[in-house]
């Protein structure tokens, strides 16, 4: 057998080879992402959906402490706005577009506010190492309060941060609600 045709063959088969490995590739590659942008069920605990548990680095003087019920979209939206917290607009002077609660909180609609509500709160503690979390909601009577855990650490961080927490709840729940607190556990 000639060598040049023992040469174009291996050439073949290399390049076949190298073809397969990069198509094999790009389809595992495809199955990440898809399985990365599929819906994740929502973490429930207790008797509410953790919507978003968000800490807000760098941003100690980028919004007021708030807690409130929001019963519609917009209702959420402007809180949020009035009290600092712009997640909608991407030239924002404090960046929250670009944070994880921005781009969990810009996915929900008015549908999603046909039968629930959100409670909202935001507050700035300093960073001890880890995210502060939603426990769950409690009304008695026409008082809700969120309760909210502490990351435990063994040292304090000097840094203040903003913490936003965002809790999806019944309408049923918070009708006639007309105090909101926060406490932490």
């Known amino acids: ?45 207790d008797n509410c959906e953790v919507v978003a548990e968000d800490t807000l680095y760098g941003a100690a003087d980028g919004g007021n402490d708030f807690i409130a019920v929001c019963n519609s979209f917009g209702e959420f939206k402007r809180e949020c706005l009035r009290n600092g917290y712009d997640f909608f607009d991407k030239n924002n002077e404090y960046n929250y577009y670009d944070t994880i609660a921005g781009e969990t909180l810009r996915g929900y609609t008015d549908v999603y506010f046909a039968d629930k509500a959100f409670v909202v709160c935001a507050f700035y503690r300093s960073s001890w190492g880890g995210q502060y979390r939603i426990q769950k909601v409690n009304v008695t009577e026409n008082k809700l309060t969120l309760y909210i855990r502490y990351p435990e650490s063994e040292t304090e961080d000097d840094v203040i941060n903003r913490m936003f927490l965002v809790a999806g709840v019944d309408k049923s729940l918070v009708y006639g609600v007309t105090e909101v607190i926060k406490e932490f556990i």
Do not use: T, W
């Open 1 to 45: 057998m000639d060598n040049g045709i023992v040469y174009k063959h291996i050439r073949k088969i290399f390049c076949l080879s190298v073809a397969a490995c990069v198509g094999i590739f790009g389809l595992f590659v495809v199955a990440c992402n898809n399985e990365e942008q599929s819906e994740k069920p929502p973490l429930i605990v």
